[in-house]
């Protein structure tokens, strides 16, 4: 499989005129990490990322193609650490907002954001022993689900509590697009 990735997007990069010097993949648990080094890493991102979104979109439906998959394999595309570093600062606001929590008792609500950083923070407070007293959880819909954390033992029956929350405070997510 790793071959037809590195090849399949060796020729979108290509068609796409962005030159690239080295492609490598390598599998994070469930995750393929396909990592481009590219002279001109910036066209490969785009407007906030955009660009890349959208080369990973193609990649992950030409993989499929190919593979006659019923289902897209799970790639994130990343070019000079680009989505580390977004990885990075939501584990960190996701840590920040754990602290604030655990200081005030209160939930937070963070930012709208996609399902895969949705489920970094999911998987950044389920994994970490630090942070073992609270849970999250996804409210909303479409384009504005956000991820709320909460201490574990708060009521989750609360009838008073709204399905829509916004967020508490700025959380800095704003400009987070996989």
Same mark, same amino acid.
């Given at each position: 499989?790793?071959?037809?990735?590195?090849?399949?997007?060796?020729?979108?990069?290509?068609?796409?005129?962005?030159?690239?010097? =080295?492609?490598? #993949?390598?599998?994070? /648990?469930?995750?393929?990490?396909?990592?481009?080094? @590219? %002279?001109?890493?910036? &066209?490969?991102?785009?407007?906030?990322?955009?660009?890349?979104?959208?080369?990973?979109?193609?990649?992950?439906?030409?993989?499929?193609?190919?593979?006659?998959?019923?289902?897209?394999?799970?790639?994130?595309?990343?070019?000079?650490?680009?989505?580390?570093?977004?990885?990075?600062?939501?584990?960190?606001?996701?840590?920040?907002? =754990?602290?604030? #929590?655990?200081?005030? /008792?209160?939930?937070?609500?963070?930012?709208?954001? @996609? %399902?895969?950083?949705? &489920?970094?923070?999911?998987?950044?407070?389920?994994?970490?022993?630090?942070?073992?007293?609270?849970?999250?959880?996804?409210?909303?819909?479409?384009?504005?689900?956000?991820?709320?954390?909460?201490?574990?033992?708060?009521?989750?029956?609360?009838?008073?509590?709204?399905?829509?929350?916004?967020?508490?405070?700025?959380?800095?997510?704003?400009?987070?697009?996989?």
């Amino acid at each position: 499989m790793d071959k037809v990735i590195i090849d399949t997007l060796g020729q979108l990069l290509t068609f796409l005129q962005i030159p690239f010097t =080295a492609i490598t #993949v390598k599998q994070e /648990g469930d995750i393929q990490r396909v990592d481009v080094v @590219s %002279p001109e890493a910036s &066209r490969l991102i785009g407007w906030h990322g955009e660009t890349l979104n959208s080369v990973q979109h193609l990649l992950k439906s030409l993989i499929r193609s190919i593979q006659k998959t019923e289902r897209a394999p799970f790639l994130v595309v990343d070019v000079d650490g680009y989505r580390l570093m977004q990885e990075d600062k939501v584990k960190k606001i996701a840590e920040a907002k =754990a602290d604030f #929590v655990r200081r005030t /008792g209160s939930r937070v609500t963070l930012s709208p954001m @996609s %399902p895969y950083f949705r &489920r970094i923070v999911h998987m950044h407070i389920a994994s970490n022993p630090a942070l073992s007293d609270l849970a999250t959880e996804s409210m909303g819909e479409g384009d504005y689900r956000q991820v709320v954390i909460r201490l574990k033992e708060e009521t989750q029956g609360d009838e008073t509590v709204s399905e829509e929350l916004s967020p508490v405070m700025s959380d800095g997510l704003e400009n987070l697009d996989v």
